[in-house]
């Protein structure tokens, strides 16, 4: 599985739970464009098994009342968030036999997939996926972490992911942990780096994550922007230099990365 296998709906068997209950079932899920994860259900029959989710969604109109979703694919495909929820649910009258129970615009605000790659050769790397972000030519460097690649494309839809930042580690980490942490760290300063340079806040909700053979695609949902204010305020710049590794690579990386 690539990143780009996930724009097409997947189909997963899995289990919706709350608590202590929990029902098996098929539910659909993919990437799309945006970098939301989106999930397709198809109507329930209600029974006693399935009462809970909608005793759940009722129980309390002044939260987001919270499922957990897991799944697995034919292919081996993982999917599992434990926030989702929905907009509304559709529930047919109990007088009706066979009553069937709609669950309507499922969203969540986290979502991991995890697939085994069938090319396991390569090194472990991190890509950064981002929105708004547009490059002429590719940006590139290297440091002690790995391989660092910045490249994007234009387009009109800002909402649609346009770019990335992708670490690639020169030879195999001996902490796995604390290189992530530490590629985390790099990614987040280069992102805020070009977000001033670019006069325009570039998100990132969904990162890839690869060793030892398996990707790990998280997504996390974030809201609609406009295109307003440059991000010149004392208060942000302070902020943007306060967050930044004190390492010296990146003293390296900072300049090329602003007029490269």
């Avoid at 539910?27 to 799309?32: D, H, K, L």
Wanted: some cysteine.
């Amino acid at each position: 599985m690539k990143y780009a296998d996930l724009h097409e709906f997947i189909e997963f068997k899995g289990l919706l739970k709350v608590n202590d209950d929990s029902f098996d079932l098929n539910f659909r899920a993919r990437i799309n464009l945006n970098g939301e994860t989106e999930v397709q259900f198809d109507k329930l029959a209600r029974t006693r098994e399935t009462d809970f989710i909608q005793n759940h969604h009722y129980s309390d109109d002044k939260v987001i009342n919270l499922f957990s979703l897991t799944g697995k694919a034919y292919d081996g495909t993982e999917f599992m968030t434990d926030d989702l929820f929905f907009s509304s649910m559709g529930i047919e009258s109990n007088i009706k036999p066979g009553a069937l129970i709609t669950l309507e615009t499922p969203s969540c605000s986290k979502a991991t997939f995890k697939s085994k790659l069938i090319e396991q050769n390569q090194r472990p790397f991190i890509t950064m996926r981002l929105r708004r972000f547009e490059a002429y030519r590719q940006l590139d460097t290297v440091c002690t972490l790995g391989t660092v690649v910045m490249s994007g494309c234009e387009t009109e839809d800002t909402d649609m992911i346009s770019g990335k930042i992708k670490i690639t580690a020169n030879e195999e980490p001996v902490d796995l942990k604390e290189w992530k942490d530490a590629v985390d760290k790099l990614m987040n300063h280069i992102r805020y780096v070009m977000s001033f340079s670019s006069g325009v806040s570039l998100k990132a909700p969904v990162m890839e994550y690869y060793a030892n053979g398996q990707l790990e695609v998280t997504t996390w949902s974030q809201t609609h922007e406009n295109l307003s204010s440059l991000p010149t305020s004392i208060g942000w710049i302070k902020m943007l230099f306060s967050i930044a590794p004190s390492n010296r690579i990146l003293n390296h990386l900072f300049m090329p990365t602003i007029y490269l």
